[in-house]
């Protein structure tokens, strides 16, 4: 069961870089997420898509850009990387709806901008 | 949430015996409560969660208490494993809100053998 992928696992970008993280979920999930996981402050939602063509902010979205490809993938863009956005991103699926149901996560990509 | 700063809360026990990491929640709307625990490396990983409507849950060696009263969220560990030393967060969300889950700062367990 492969659950939650990320790609890639690590990345070193300069400033002013752009980069694509991509995620894809096997688990027939309509709900999607992302998450930065920074030293000290937990996990900050970047933004999420409720369903296949619907995308939304959260709590830090400045600085990126989503794309909700179809109902597996969920990708996450950096037009300009800097600094402050060295950080873990996580991927998240669940198949929320009328009734609470857990996030499911990947396993993380480990970006750093010099 | 459960602390500030860059340090985590850490609980140290040994093996076999039970752990039990606290929560205080913040939202008083709050209907949903989750328990992950996230080893190095890895992404959190979901443990169990417990709807408002419930005051106790019980899974495979884990217990999660919830206590409206004093917003406070517990989770139970019995015989603790050098397997469970990770980070576990508690994670809440609000009635209505179905997307976002406001995200406490860890606590790390660390398992002597």
């Known amino acids: 069961n492969a659950g939650v992928t990320q790609t890639p696992k690590f990345q070193v970008l300069k400033t002013g870089q752009s980069m694509t993280l991509q995620c894809a979920q096997d688990?027939?999930?309509?709900?999607m997420y992302w998450y930065r996981q920074d030293p000290g402050m937990g996990l900050r939602l970047i933004y999420y898509?409720?369903?296949?063509?619907?995308?939304d902010k959260g709590e830090v979205p400045n600085g990126y850009n989503v794309s909700r490809l179809n109902k597996r993938e969920f990708s996450l863009r950096l037009e300009s990387a800097a600094p402050s956005q060295t950080s873990v991103y996580f991927c998240?699926?669940?198949?929320?709806?009328?009734?609470?149901?857990?996030?499911?996560f990947g396993d993380g990509t480990r970006l750093s901008i010099l | 949430g459960e602390s500030v700063g860059l340090h985590l809360p850490t609980l140290s026990v040994q093996e076999g015996d039970n752990s039990i990491i606290n929560c205080a929640y913040s939202?008083?709307?709050?209907?949903?409560f989750i328990w992950y625990k996230q080893e190095s490396g890895k992404g959190p990983q979901f443990i169990i969660d417990?709807?408002?409507n419930m005051d106790k849950r019980q899974g495979q060696r884990v217990t999660v208490l919830l206590n409206k009263t004093v917003k406070h969220l517990s989770l139970q560990i019995a015989a603790t494993q050098p397997g469970d030393s990770a980070v576990y967060f508690c994670?809440?969300?609000?009635?209505?809100?179905?997307?976002?889950?406001?995200w406490g700062l860890g606590t790390s367990l660390a398992v002597n053998p």
């Open positions: 998240a699926s669940s198949a929320a709806g009328q009734t609470n149901q857990p996030q499911h």
């Open positions: 688990m027939n999930h309509n709900s």
């Open positions: 898509s409720a369903s296949e063509g619907t995308t």
């Open positions: 939202n008083s709307a709050s209907d949903y």
């Open positions: 417990i709807r408002s």
């Open positions: 994670a809440e969300k609000e009635a209505g809100n179905n997307r976002k889950l406001i």
